[in-house]
């Protein structure tokens, strides 16, 4: 009882977050220029845009799969299919947007069994994603600065860096992952699940090149996404340079690791700030960014009809002691 108690105030408390963002955000927005907007868009570029939207999550998948294969997880394609949109149907209202990464995680240790290589596929996905993310938000940044106004970005970009390596330094080194697990001391179970997944975690120091090659398509993903963002933006008629999405885009989709219904609210206020600076108007910024969502809730439903044709053994249901394994 207590543990639905929590879970629901949880969601209630993600659910006010991100209804009172968008709420304040809303306030400052004249909505018939929203309208305008969108019935005068190009709508031949939101198809391109939707479009890339598809192939990113396409290159996910492959990702995912190939991180299973170099942990020795024999998981057929059907299964990895079928989880990683469910994980991603649950993105859309689970915590932050990596609240889908437990429930697929759980989904597939019952698939293929073995749930710490799971769970470290899941997080060294998570982790590369990351990656990609901070490579090229500091390339785009090195090679756009001229037209990118620097004490706007330059510090977030700084900012995912420093996490980023925070974050591999410690999943990588034995003695200072050992020593941040103590915080689980006083949860057994909890505590040996987070010992066993490090276990192969660090099996990925010597598959260095599928561990590059990881990164490499992270950042493929973020730029994609980036293109994606700019022809939603041209299609609504802005014309803010590519360098300025791809460098940005990967800020926001940080951002969308707060607390939220699937980053609904911080992804908007993001792109509201930062195209701000770049003369575009309130309610076309939330445009882009709620189109670009719009866009995810219709992949999305693929998990959700797997989700809900599933029989009521396979659903997956997500336990304490899961959430802490990631």
């Not at 040996?192 to 398509?217: I, N, Q, S, Y």
């Not at 969502?293 to 336990?319: A, D, E, K, M, N």
């Amino acid at each position: 009882m207590k543990e639905q108690m929590k879970s629901a105030l949880s969601f209630l408390g993600r659910l006010a977050l991100s209804s009172a963002l968008l709420v304040w955000l809303f306030r400052y927005i004249d909505w018939k220029d929203i309208i305008r907007a969108v019935k005068m868009a190009d709508w031949h570029l939101l198809g391109w845009a939707f479009a890339i939207n598809c192939l990113v999550q396409v290159v996910c998948l492959v990702r995912w799969a190939l991180l299973m294969k170099a942990l020795n997880l024999s998981a057929s394609w059907g299964a990895t299919f079928r989880y990683f949109f469910i994980g991603m149907f649950c993105n859309l209202f689970l915590p932050t947007s990596i609240g889908g990464d437990v429930v697929k995680a759980i989904g597939m240790s019952r698939s293929v069994g073995n749930k710490p290589k799971v769970f470290a596929s899941v997080l060294l996905d998570r982790l590369s994603g990351f990656g990609g993310l901070v490579v090229l938000a500091l390339v785009a940044y090195l090679f756009g600065h001229q037209v990118i106004d620097a004490p706007a970005v330059m510090i977030p970009v700084l900012a995912l860096t420093a996490i980023s390596l925070a974050v591999g330094f410690m999943l990588f080194h034995d003695q200072v992952y050992t020593f941040c697990c103590q915080i689980f001391g006083g949860f057994p179970k909890a505590h040996k699940a987070l010992m066993d997944m490090h276990t192969d975690v660090v099996l990925m120091k010597a598959r260095k090149r599928t561990a590059v090659g990881c990164v490499a398509m992270s950042a493929a993903i973020q730029v994609f996404g980036a293109y994606m963002y700019y022809l939603i933006a041209v299609a609504l008629g802005q014309h803010v340079g590519l360098s300025y999405f791809m460098v940005v885009a990967p800020i926001v989709c940080a951002v969308t690791f707060l607390p939220s219904i699937g980053g609904l609210g911080v992804r908007e206020l993001g792109w509201v700030y930062f195209l701000g600076r770049m003369g575009v108007d309130k309610g076309i910024a939330a445009s882009i960014s709620l189109i670009s969502f719009f866009f995810v809730i219709v992949t999305g439903v693929l998990g959700g009809v797997f989700y809900v044709t599933s029989g009521p053994s396979r659903r997956v249901q997500c336990s304490a002691e899961d959430a802490a394994a990631l």
